[in-house]
């Protein structure tokens, strides 16, 4: 296949679902539109609107086409999302959202089958962000569906799916935290078997495989090629690292941000001991790789303390959060990350809402969870920065000034976007990198972070 020019990307993430045109020569984005992604409320259940996303992504299909011309198509969505599908391809029920919760008696059953940590490199999560979860509530919650499930699928391959009639799995995506794959031996664990779907589940690929060619209806409704190829797709943090897997040689680390800050670490000298307790987990990069990785929701800890937007604080500002220790301690979102289970509280006067030192303390607790996660999975080498928070100089600060590395962060504007389209040649060069630099006083971010993480480290884990 002649390597394409143009790739369109599906980029459904949890806070919005994109279509970005990338151009392959150069790793820019010609065009981007998106749209939120709004929960449903249900019935059934609350799910998400893959009916107003397909609208959605088909007439801006047209609209690039007809504006640049689309020469093939990837597809990146976030983890923790799997679709049943039924005999005619249709979905057999909607697709759940993982943020949903569960009844104490159905997380008691599933727990008493859920594969161990050191087989899946999963740990245990809250509501549905173990897929093995989601299904076995939604198995449990309806005597038919399993009968009614003819296959599968993970989320990117949803979208692939609907675009090609061909099903699929990626590794990525059924290697991220599912708790239905053994990322060690690169093969199922003992989960699909219990849960009676082993042979239900769609043929695991790696994203740069070809899905197929787009089905002759979609030719027709967005004026595309209908040779147009498909790529089988990727979760969205392993496409934020794709770019540095085929262009990295020795160690790094990549944060991909966003609703979920990511954090994974590439080493040469194998992958250190984690700890499930503190969110820590074993991601597969695209090449079927284990990758030492850890988070936290991030960008939804940003809103919550933000409420509203970020307010660029003045070098006054950062110097007073610095002069009066004004801290903020985890856990914005107590349900996730390396302190679950703790209260957020504010050591020092809390900052007024709309204000840049709000914005400044805040940055900085962003930084030093990040700084938290690179420690518990090794991290080493040069800390690489994608997605909205590359944009943030007091978070690159603090993040430089506590692992005393280089920080580097891709001039694209979304990493996700850019990996996803490489799936369509390792050849293209990677993203542009800058190294960050700095003029705020090392010292005293070095001081504030060590008062943040004795802090932060008092009386862990929980009670």
């Not at 992604?37 to 259940?45: F, K, L, R």
């Not at 944009?391 to 990493?415: C, F, I, K, Q, S």
């Amino acid at each position: 296949m002649t390597t394409p020019r143009h790739i369109a990307v599906i980029d459904i993430g949890k806070t919005n679902a994109k279509l970005a045109l990338v151009n392959l020569a150069d790793l820019t984005e010609m065009a981007v539109v998106t749209r939120p992604n709004i929960v449903q409320s249900g019935p059934p259940y609350p799910h998400y609107d893959v009916e107003g996303h397909w609208a959605f992504l088909l007439d801006a299909l047209a609209q690039f086409h007809r504006d640049h011309r689309v020469d093939a198509i990837s597809v990146t969505t976030h983890g923790a999302c799997a679709a049943l599908l039924g005999s005619t391809g249709a979905l057999a029920t909607p697709i759940l959202d993982y943020e949903h919760t569960y009844p104490a008696d159905s997380v008691a059953a599933y727990d008493a089958i859920k594969p161990d940590f050191a087989q899946t490199g999963s740990p245990k999560l809250a509501g549905g962000l173990n897929i093995g979860a989601q299904l076995h509530w939604l198995f449990a919650s309806d005597s038919t569906l399993k009968d009614r499930t003819a296959q599968v699928v993970t989320y990117p391959q949803y979208w692939g799916h609907r675009l090609t009639g061909v099903t699929a799995t990626d590794v990525t995506s059924i290697g991220c935290h599912t708790d239905l794959w053994n990322p060690n031996e690169g093969a199922f664990s003992d989960l699909p078997a219990k849960l009676g779907i082993r042979d239900k589940i769609a043929p695991v690929r790696r994203p740069s495989d070809i899905l197929g060619p787009i089905l002759s209806e979609i030719a027709k409704a967005t004026g595309l090629a209908p040779e147009t190829p498909v790529c089988v797709g990727i979760h969205d943090s392993n496409a934020s690292l794709y770019p540095h897997v085929v262009s990295q040689d020795g160690p790094v680390s990549v944060v991909s941000t966003g609703t979920w800050v990511i954090v994974m670490s590439m080493k040469t000298d194998g992958p250190p001991t984690l700890d499930p307790a503190r969110d820590t987990l074993v991601n597969v990069n695209a090449r079927e790789q284990a990758v030492a990785s850890a988070r936290f929701m991030g960008g939804r800890e940003f809103e919550v303390i933000q409420q509203g937007g970020r307010v660029e604080p003045t070098k006054q500002d950062v110097s007073a959060v610095l002069d009066r220790h004004c801290v903020l301690l985890p856990s914005v979102e107590p349900g996730s990350g390396p302190f679950q289970g703790r209260q957020m509280h504010w050591h020092g006067d809390e900052p007024d809402v709309g204000s840049g030192q709000r914005s400044a303390v805040l940055s900085f607790y962003l930084a030093l969870m990040t700084g938290t996660c690179l420690n518990l999975v090794g991290g080493a080498g040069p800390t690489i920065v994608e997605g909205p928070f590359a944009r943030n100089p007091e978070y690159l600060a603090m993040l430089l000034a506590v692992t005393d590395r280089p920080v580097l962060t891709n001039a694209a504007v979304t990493g996700t976007s850019i990996g996803a389209a490489m799936l369509f040649g390792d050849g293209a060069f990677p993203p542009e990198l800058e190294k960050f630099e700095t003029a705020l006083p090392l010292d005293a971010l070095r001081a504030y972070g060590d008062l943040w993480f004795e802090l932060a480290s008092a009386g862990y884990p929980p009670d």
